[in-house]
């Protein structure tokens, strides 16, 4: 899975993070969790503790969107076959389905394309009935992937949103709420369309705390967020969106737009949410891997979040702690946390994203011998095209030189350079990012 991975094996301790990082990225494949979670016995299908009598369905529609809808889809068609009746999902990379369609988008920002494909699904919901069983598919990356501007926004209206919310730095339940309501599909509104159809929603998390409402911004999920809440993102993080956002927003807040769903409309009478698989799924895998490696693992958290280089700072200290007095873990250890760290972007042309910056600020900051690998599990740091990085202390010889870059958010080059980067390409899964601090046996 890691294409340079030979480079960057320099000690066992990298070996046994890069272990440690395929395994958790294996683990979320799309397939293995969707096969683990769906079943089907003759016209029974079996959703999580939901089962549908295949044989009351008139048609069985698949659409949805996300980087890791078509390894979910692909796993759909194997387990129903014939019983699909037509679909489409919007995808980051091209994805090799049967009776589904599958459209290739653009992330992180929405573009022509992805407006396009979305506008299809939508009709297709439309369309359905209250003999259709809408499989509704929704991963990582469904945000930018399905578009529809509501009422009179533009695509250019979104994607400049979107671009200043990503750079200044907030967090992505914020950046949900605001894109809910510009949007004619996210926060319960697909729900909305399909009724009375019966709706399953299907969600591969990429959101710290698994909230279904965030993943995707919850196009099948009820919304409990507000016009004025989008709103107030802006004011909070002294951002200021497009005039045609900010009339748009504040017509909903004056009541001349309707609402996003909340959790007692009628809509979701017949919609149901399985979550199938998430960060936490990835960690455990991890575990398991250092565990075998003779390391102890301690799995710190799930919830990783906040700026990425100060983030850092605190788990390498932990690790410093370990190998000094044996707590929170006797080494040899790996300390394991997921989550979904940001960046403030201040420096001009940088390259690199919020794992890249995880690693050289922990570099920076650790004194010891341990090991630090952060990626995101969909194989693309940010908006970079490394999955993230791995370095212990000997990557940062030139302190100031790396100090610069972190502050630059040149973090990627630095690392390039000094040949740290983890190359994976897409790995056609994303459930947030995963870091691997390895403490080796000080007595060793």
């Not at 996300?66 to 919007?90: F, M, N, W, Y």
């Not at 250092?290 to 200290?317: D, I, N, Q, W």
């Not at 999955?387 to 010889?397: L, N, R």
Request: charged share 25%; proline share 6%.
């Amino acid at each position: 899975m890691i294409r340079n991975r030979a480079a960057l094996a320099a000690s066992p301790a990298h070996e046994v993070a890069l272990d440690c990082i395929e395994a958790a990225v294996d683990a979320a494949a799309p397939a293995v969790a969707t096969r683990s979670a769906i079943k089907r016995d003759g016209a029974t299908l079996t959703i999580g503790e939901a089962t549908y009598d295949l044989d009351s369905y008139s048609d069985v529609v698949v659409v949805g969107g996300g980087k890791a809808t078509g390894g979910v889809t692909r796993a759909l068609e194997s387990i129903l076959g014939d019983a699909i009746s037509s679909g489409h999902i919007v995808v980051k990379q091209a994805a090799d389905t049967d009776t589904v369609r599958s459209s290739v988008g653009d992330h992180p920002l929405p573009s022509d394309r992805n407006v396009e494909a979305t506008t299809d699904i939508l009709d297709a919901v439309d369309d359905a009935d209250e003999d259709t069983l809408v499989l509704f598919v929704l991963t990582g990356g469904a945000s930018a992937l399905l578009s529809a501007p509501a009422g009179e926004l533009t695509l250019d209206d979104l994607q400049t949103t979107t671009d200043r919310l990503l750079s200044g730095g907030v967090p992505i339940g914020e950046i949900n709420a605001v894109r809910k309501h510009l949007s004619d599909l996210k926060g319960g509104q697909i729900a909305r369309r399909a009724a009375p159809a019966t709706v399953a929603g299907l969600l591969l998390s990429d959101v710290v705390g698994n909230d279904l409402s965030t993943i995707g911004s919850g196009p099948s999920v009820p919304d409990e967020t507000t016009y004025e809440d989008a709103l107030a993102v802006f004011d909070r993080y002294d951002l200021t969106p497009p005039p045609a956002v900010r009339k748009h927003l504040e017509a909903g807040r004056d009541g001349e737009i309707p609402e996003t769903p909340f959790p007692d409309d009628p809509a979701f009478d017949r919609v149901t949410n399985l979550l199938v698989g998430d960060n936490a799924t990835a960690l455990e895998a991890a575990a398991d891997v250092a565990r075998e490696a003779g390391y102890e693992p301690l799995v710190l958290t799930s919830r990783l979040r906040g700026e990425a280089r100060e983030v850092a700072k605190p788990l390498v200290a932990i690790a410093e702690e370990a190998t000094a007095a044996g707590t929170p873990v006797q080494p040899p250890a790996v300390l394991l946390a997921g989550g979904e760290t940001t960046v403030t972007v201040t420096g001009d042309s940088g390259q690199g994203g919020p794992n890249q910056e995880f690693v050289l600020s922990g570099a920076l900051a650790h004194d010891g011998d341990a090991v630090i690998a952060a990626v995101d599990t969909d194989g693309e740091d940010g908006s970079s095209d490394v999955a993230g990085a791995v370095a212990d202390t000997s990557v940062v010889d030139d302190r100031e030189r790396a100090r610069d870059a972190l502050l630059a958010n040149d973090a990627g080059s630095y690392l390039s350079e000094a040949g740290a980067t983890i190359e994976t390409g897409p790995t056609g899964t994303n459930v947030n990012d995963v870091a691997v601090i390895v403490v080796p046996d000080p007595d060793a």
